[in-house]
């Protein structure tokens, strides 16, 4: 299991394991264009955002997904199978305000609670600062698009292999602020892609059913996946064209601000969408 090497991180602020790159609170060019070109599938910054003012974040998220969840009569299970028993507070607002909130609602809804900087805006700042070409939230036609959304994995929720990609990007990548972490489970877990392709040709029946039998998923000693345990206050961007899941938290909540970050050409901005 890939666990932070802070001692080796504090001395060179980066550090490499097996195609992961460990940061210190912030993005750096050298990492992002590692990220883009490929040569690197994930990014992890350890202590990005405040592991208290995550906590209210978190706590926000679950008392308003409940609430919501209870007013509406939710079913996020039939709208996203392959999450069991995941809450997600993107559901919410659609029912609040009966279509896809501004990037603005998100932002001042999450800042009037934390009463500072909200996850989206610091990874924006954060991206911005350290890529050339910049970053921003993408418009369709025209108008801001909605960015990123709090999920709430009860204890015994996961999420099954999958990928997230959008075809007219020839980059995509997700992020995810870790707000609250179970202390067992709750892992990510980052399929290589060789290794996937190979166990997907040859073999008869459907992806879905195939992937579920990858012993990666279900061992501590993963062969041929990146098993991440992320901590609290960290954030985590990957290509999520990659096969990825979420194991079972064990003990626990786990709440994560998550965005989906595409890239229409490699020396163009981070655009960040729901
Ligand atoms: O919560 C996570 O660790 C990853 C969730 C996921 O599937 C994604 O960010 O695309
Ligand atoms: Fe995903």
Known sequence: MITPRKSLAKKSRISEDRGILFLEKQ?????????????????????????????????????????????????????YPSYNRCEDLQTIYETEDRGLPSRATTA????????????????????????????????????????????????????DPHTDESDECPRNFAANVYLIVPERGGELL??????????????????????????????????????IKPQRGELIIFDSSHYHAVRPSKEGYRVT????????????PFLISQ
């Open 27 to 79: 993005f750096t060019a050298k990492s992002l264009t590692q990220l883009v070109n490929g040569d690197t599938v994930a990014i992890r910054v350890q202590d990005f955002y405040d592991g208290d003012t995550g906590d209210r974040l978190g706590e926000w998220i679950m008392d308003e997904s409940a609430r919501v969840r209870l007013e509406a009569n939710l079913d996020t299970n039939r709208k």
């Open 108 to 159: 001042s809804k999450m800042k009037a609670v934390v009463g500072r900087m909200d996850p989206l805006s610091e990874v924006l700042r954060s991206l911005s600062a350290a890529w050339p070409h910049g970053a921003e939230v993408s418009t369709y036609y025209g108008e801001k698009e909605y960015a990123g959304k709090g999920w709430v994995y009860a204890p015994g929720t996961k999420s």
């Open 190 to 227: 980052i399929m290589k892609k060789p290794e996937i392709e190979e166990w997907l040709s040859g073999k008869y029946g459907a992806h879905r059913e195939l992937l579920m039998q990858h012993p990666d998923l279900h061992t501590d000693h993963p062969r041929s996946s990146y098993l």
């Open 257 to 268: 601000f998550n965005m989906f970050i595409k890239m229409k050409s490699t020396d163009g």
